[in-house]
T-cell receptor, first 110, second 115 residues
Framework: EADIYQTPRYLVIGTGKKITLECSQT?????MYWYQQDPGMELHLIHY???????EKGDLSSESTVSRIRTEHFPLTLESARPSHTSQYLC?????????FGQGTRLTVV | AQTVTQSQPEMSVQEAETVTLSCTYD???????LFWYKQPPSRQMILVIR??????QNATENRFSVNFQKAAKSFSLKISDSQLGDAAMYFC????????????FGKGTHLIIQP
């Protein structure tokens, strides 16, 4: 398995709270991604980065934001969590055409 | 824009038998790559097999092989000698590098292995 880590694995949080989902990789990959996986298991790209100080929005509009201050770290932040944000979030990094995924964070907003 | 379609939400196969998962795609790019990913319950998504569009030969990885029909834009995955550990969600994906970066995924096929 690839060296890409997401924390926490599971998070239950109240509406209005600020949360940060962590994603780290030790492979030195420049390209990193966040996907949102809905209950039907479909995956949607919400953010990506080409390297330090680079962030772009993906195909699916999201109220979350990301930052890339270090190559190995690509956190996702929700300033005010809502029940509609309940989902699984997958982080990935890529070299060439090969993408490596973390185990995901399952977020529940109550 | 790319689209990937998996028309089988769920498939079931007896252990040791062969199963084929279907995938069709659409892209305007001439250079692209196709993938099958496996997502076991509560575990990481891992790459099963990859196909470069410019290669005519079908990719094979041990018990996993693909049937790549470029003209028909079809990319099916065949799993031979199915094992209990093959039970997972399988996602077909494409990548061309154009537009928003990243993989475009199908909706997935849930594969059940019957002992």
């Amino acid at each position: 398995e690839a060296d890409i880590y997401q924390t926490p694995r599971y998070l239950v949080i109240g509406t209005g709270k600020k949360i940060t989902l962590e994603c780290s990789q030790t492979m030195g990959h420049d390209k990193m991604y966040w996907y949102q996986q809905d209950p039907g298991m479909e995956l949607h790209l919400i953010h990506y980065s080409y390297g330090v100080n680079s962030t772009e929005k993906g195909d699916l509009s999201s109220e979350s934001t990301v930052s890339r201050i270090r190559t190995e770290h690509f956190p996702l932040t929700l300033e005010s969590a809502r029940p509609s944000h309940t989902s699984q979030y997958l982080c990935a990094s890529r070299v060439g055409t090969a993408a490596f995924f973390g185990q995901g964070t399952r977020l529940t907003v109550v | 824009a790319q689209t990937v379609t998996q028309s089988q939400p769920e498939m079931s196969v007896q252990e040791a038998e062969t199963v084929t998962l279907s995938c069709t795609y659409d892209t305007s790019e001439s250079d692209y790559y196709l993938f099958w990913y496996k997502q076991p319950p509560s575990r990481q998504m891992i790459l099963v097999i990859r196909q470069e569009a410019y290669k005519q030969q079908n990719a094979t990885e041990n018990r996993f092989s693909v049937n790549f029909q470029k003209a028909a834009k079809s990319f099916s995955l065949k799993i031979s000698d199915s094992q209990l550990g093959d039970a997972a969600m399988y996602f077909c994906a494409s990548y061309s590098g154009g537009g928003a970066d990243g993989l475009t995924f199908g909706k997935g096929t849930h594969l059940i292995i019957q002992p």
